[in-house]
């Protein structure tokens, strides 16, 4: 993988982890073969084992889902294990998701794979507000680490069009991607960024509701009123 030379630092890409055969196919699976939540929005698949944001660890009630065949060919071969927790999520074109940093504490590396039509991620400079825009290419496979991870938040906006460099206006198409996640051990992440970071929210006595918090429940819960709440939140 080769990190992107922008900031943030940290965003790690591998173009064509797959080829368009191998995507067509997990692209029918997709369409034909999975039960996917019945309602609109952002819709979510989990695999491995389910989090529980009470405990910071595994949610011991929630039996783990072992990996389907079609899943295993596509975790990032550049970590030594697999991992812990993967989230199939499909965007439906005009669909997006609010600006956040995954929490810090449980969760170490953070790769994500796209498939299906591109579309542009928003990351975002927790600091000075700064916003650079990373063209997700169906079948790259994506890292976030270091200041990508930690100092910025990501995002994709809620809309049907991206506008590229060169003033190309691209529609976006189905989109699904594969967030993969390892849980860190102890749960604790010593970036200190108060902004971001629920360790050092909490060792400061400031841990704040962000909405992004409220969005990793949904995102785990894939209750309906998620869905409403997230299409008022992608609006802002
Ligand atoms: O769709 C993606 O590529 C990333 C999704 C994401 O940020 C997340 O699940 O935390
Ligand atoms: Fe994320």
Redesign the pocket.
């Known amino acids: 993988m080769e990190e992107l030379p922008i900031r943030p630092s940290g965003i790690f890409m591998q173009t064509d982890f797959i080829t368009p055969e191998h995507e067509a196919k997990l692209l029918d699976i997709f369409r034909n073969d999975l039960q996917w939540p019945d309602r609109s929005g952002r819709l979510s698949l989990h695999y491995g084992y389910t989090f529980s944001y009470k405990t910071f660890g595994i949610d011991e009630e929630t039996p783990y889902k072992p990996f389907p065949d079609w899943l295993v060919p596509l975790l990032p071969p550049t970590e030594s294990r697999a991992p812990d927790q993967v ?1 199939l ?1 499909y965007y439906a074109p005009g669909t997006g ?1 609010p600006p956040h940093a ?1 929490t810090h504490s449980p969760f170490d590396q953070l790769y ?1 794979l ?1 498939l299906g039509g591109p579309l542009m ?1 928003v990351f975002r400079d927790s600091e000075t507000g700064d916003k650079v825009e990373v063209d ?1 290419l169906a079948r790259s496979m994506m890292q976030m680490s270091g200041d990508s991870r930690l100092h910025w938040t ?1 995002g ?1 906006k809620s809309r049907k069009t991206d506008t590229l460099p060169d003033g190309t206006v691209r529609p976006r198409t189905d989109r699904w ?1 594969l ?1 993969y996640r390892w849980l860190r051990q102890p749960a604790v992440c010593e970036c200190g960024n108060e902004k971001l970071c629920d360790t050092a929210q909490r060792r400061n006595g400031v841990e704040k509701e962000y909405r992004w918090k409220q969005y990793e429940e949904d ?1 785990n819960n894939d209750a309906t009123a998620a869905a409403k709440r997230e299409s008022t939140m992608a609006s802002t």
Do not use: E, P
Request: aromatic letters at 0%; a negative charge; hydrophobic letters at 40%.
């Open positions: 989230c999520q998701i995954d994500s796209s991620m997700l990501h994709i991607s967030t995102a």
